[in-house]
């Protein structure tokens, strides 16, 4: 009798940003993601990313219909606006997003930001409005 652990893909639940393919995002500049947890790794609920952006660059005006969206802050500082709010954030900073809530987020300083991004449900490229 077959079980689920039988059809277990170990690289589907174990991942490293190393292994984790990198893309551009849509809608940013200077911006390289790699998916750690996605539809593609069998999640249906979440995904999660770590996104690298270079100084002055970054997400245009946007929003997600129906997904909300928390980051991380790892390394870096960031400038993020929502709902007519402005901050800078740096290492073991947070955002959230919530879903429709039009916002940009920009790295700021000398030095890359490196992040992590959560959406719940998953993102991929198609949920993205410009504002």
């Known amino acids: 009798m077959s079980t689920a652990k039988d059809a277990i893909d170990p690289n589907m639940y174990f991942m490293t940003e190393a292994k984790a393919a990198p893309y551009a995002p849509r809608g940013h500049s200077g911006t390289v993601n790699r998916r ?4 593609e790794t069998g999640a249906t609920q979440i995904e999660v990313l770590i996104g690298r952006i ?3 660059e970054g997400a245009s005006p946007h ?8 980051c991380w802050m790892l390394e870096g500082r960031a400038r ?11 290492p073991e ?6 879903a429709d809530m039009p916002h940009t987020f920009t ?5 890359p930001v490196k992040v992590l991004i959560c959406y719940g449900p998953p993102y991929g490229e198609g949920a993205r409005v410009e504002c």
């Open 36 to 39: 750690i947890v996605s539809p």
């Open 54 to 56: 270079e100084p002055g």
């Open 63 to 70: 929003l997600h219909p129906g997904i909300d969206q928390f």
């Open 80 to 90: 993020v606006e929502i709902g007519g709010l402005t901050r800078e954030i740096g």
């Open 93 to 98: 900073e947070s955002c959230f997003f919530p």
């Open 107 to 111: 790295a700021i300083g000398e030095t």
